[in-house]
């Protein structure tokens, strides 16, 4: 079971960057896929970015070309590098597994001022 802490969210305002990092308490390496998740008021949690061991990639299509995600085995970490915010990229941020498993951590909250 690995535990996952993330953090880096904040207030922001439109335009500008964040960058969330995860840190997992055990090994990431067996986790073939891992991404970031998001979750807005009164919506439902989003897949927003994946990557898988092998360097692919996915991303949400809203965020596409403005968000990075990266990860270090070596250190079992996984990274959201945030560009050209929008006030609708608002959310609590989450990382996981994909598909995901039923250890969520706290989240990191991300406030896009408009």
């Known amino acids: 079971q690995v535990q996952l802490v993330e953090s880096g969210g904040g207030l922001v305002q439109a335009g500008g960057s964040l960058r969330l990092s995860c840190a997992a308490s055990?090994?990431?390496?067996?986790?073939?896929?891992m991404g970031w998740y998001r979750q807005a008021p009164g919506k439902q949690r989003e897949l927003v970015a994946w990557m898988s061991n092998g360097g692919n990639t996915y991303y949400l299509t809203s965020v596409k070309g403005r968000f990075t995600i990266s990860r270090d085995n070596a250190k079992n970490t996984v990274s959201l590098q945030m560009n050209s915010l929008k006030p609708e990229d608002t959310a609590v941020y989450y990382c996981?597994?994909?598909?995901?498993?039923?250890?969520w951590g706290q989240g990191t909250q991300v406030t896009v001022s408009s």
């Open positions: 996981n597994q994909v598909p995901s498993t039923n250890d």
């Open positions: 055990g090994s990431i390496r067996d986790s073939r896929i």
